[in-house]
């Protein structure tokens, strides 16, 4: 994720690193926390009326994070 400036005790990001970070960071924020904090809602909230593709798949993502939480004993 860093390289050795030189011959200095100095490091730099490279452009990799930087994308893996930023990834990991994104994942955090946006798919993970939102997964947990929704994990603990017993009930869902109303359906859209109209679903898109990307309602599907984050019901999907809930759903096997919640299958994964009971399987790892951390299930609400």
């Not at 030189?6 to 926390?33: D, F, Q």
């Not at 859209?48 to 919640?66: K, Q, V, W």
Request: aromatic fraction near 6%; charge should be positive.
């Amino acid at each position: 994720m860093v390289q050795r400036i030189g011959n200095s005790r100095g490091y730099e990001p490279i452009p990799e690193g930087l994308r893996a970070l930023t990834a990991l960071l994104v994942l955090r924020e946006k798919i993970i926390k939102p997964l947990l904090t929704a994990n603990g809602q017993r009930e869902p909230g109303a359906k859209p009326a109209n679903p898109t593709p990307i309602d599907y798949h984050y019901e999907s993502l809930r759903s096997g994070m919640r299958e994964l939480f009971k399987e790892l004993g951390m299930a609400a």
